[in-house]
């Protein structure tokens, strides 16, 4: 069975700096995104890597956000610096696993991260 567990979530200053790791069990992803989703607003994509390690960045967090993965594909990391109150969200891990050509969506459950000014 495939799971998705995140750790790194908590309160920080405005300005530090935070890392999310997101591990999956029972696969190998081909890809592995970020959403947050902040109290009364939609949530939104934060980052994403794909299969050739191609990554694709919300423009609210390009320059200060970086995604990136291990080489076995089962931990995928979002280093998160310069950190703004705006980011006060909760940031859910998601991985798409292939199963023959059939692409399979899981969710973690998510991990508060809270920005203080």
């Known amino acids: 069975q495939v799971q998705l567990v995140e750790s790194g979530g908590g309160l920080v200053q405005a300005g530090e700096s935070l890392t999310l790791s997101c591990t999956i069990s029972?696969?190998?992803?081909?890809?592995m995104g970020w959403y947050r989703q902040a109290p009364g607003k939609q949530r939104e994509l934060v980052a994403s890597i794909g299969r050739d390690d191609r990554t694709n960045y919300a423009d609210s967090v390009k320059g200060r956000f970086s995604i990136s993965r291990d080489s076995a594909k089962t931990t995928a990391t979002l280093q998160m610096n310069s950190l703004k109150p705006a980011d006060t969200a909760v940031y859910t891990c998601?991985?798409?696993?292939?199963?023959?050509?059939?692409?399979?969506?899981?969710w973690g459950k998510g991990t508060q991260v809270t920005v203080s000014s």
């Open positions: 998601t991985a798409t696993v292939l199963r023959g050509r059939e692409p399979y969506n899981y």
């Open positions: 029972g696969s190998a992803f081909t890809a």
